[in-house]
């Protein structure tokens, strides 16, 4: 999911690990997700085949009344030496109900990682697009920038040329203070020059670091994809087996 590369660019991936557990146990009983599963299971279609409409609802409620998730027990009311949930489920034939269960497990874990992956698309997109008026501000200063500035040389260069001085000041090794404003210690020469510069340079990546580097920014948040889910939800410390 490129987190690093998202958290480098300013975006703070709303996906933590307490996040994505809390998220596994709401779609774990979620009542419409383990309906959406038996209805798409394989294994819940071949069980049912051939059951009347009524037979096939109850059967489907009891397959979700019993799917459970729940606080595993220390045993004889002590606490278990580190906390970890027991997940079960209940079909007519054990095997089943452990087929069932592992594949509702990776079930609700693809779901996890679908909602994971929408919600840091979500935050991409919302960075992507403050960046990109962030860099249409700074094109927008850099333009008026470059206005003021060919302004100011142009007096300064109107200036210089009514003061005489045709080459740089600092030429000549006297000591000069020069004008904040319209700055005339290059002399004619060295004004025309830096005027044509500005004037000619349509480019304004050219002269602005901070431009370059916005532009970067919003190039590479543009190219990273969210799109292949790597997410693990939980994690088995056994897998499933028959009662």
């Keep these: ?38 209805q798409a299971s394989p294994v819940f279609q071949a069980m049912t085949a051939g059951l009347s409409a009524t037979a096939r609802a109850a059967t489907e409620n009891a397959m979700i009344q019993g799917m459970v998730l729940e606080p595993a027990s220390g045993g004889k009311g002590r606490e278990p030496l580190y906390p970890y949930l027991t997940a079960r489920l209940k079909a007519k034939h054990a095997r089943d109900a452990r087929t069932l269960l592992a594949d509702w497990l990776v ?12 919600t840091l698309e979500a935050q991409r997109r919302v960075r992507l697009q403050t960046l990109r008026e962030q860099l249409e501000l700074e094109r927008t200063r850099e333009t008026i920038v470059r206005q003021v500035s060919v302004t100011r040389l142009g007096y300064a260069l109107s ?59 919003v190039s590479r948040l543009e190219k990273i994809r969210v799109d292949a889910p790597d997410i693990q939800a939980f994690h088995l410390l056994s897998r499933p087996v028959l009662p």
């Design 1 to 38: 999911l490129q987190r690093a590369s998202l958290t480098a660019l300013g975006v703070t991936p709303d996906v933590t690990d307490s996040g994505l557990s809390g998220r596994f146990i709401r779609t774990f009983s979620a009542r419409d997700a383990r309906l959406d599963f038996l």
């Design 107 to 118: 079930y609700v874990n693809a779901r996890v990682a679908t909602m994971a992956r929408q």
């Design 159 to 217: 200036l210089a040329r009514a003061a005489g001085l045709s080459q740089p000041v600092f030429m000549k090794g006297d000591a000069f203070h020069d004008d904040p404003d319209f700055p005339l210690g290059l002399g004619e020469k060295g004004l025309s020059r830096k005027l044509a510069i500005y004037r000619d340079g349509t480019d304004l990546r050219q002269l602005s670091v901070a431009l370059q580097e916005q532009e970067d920014g």
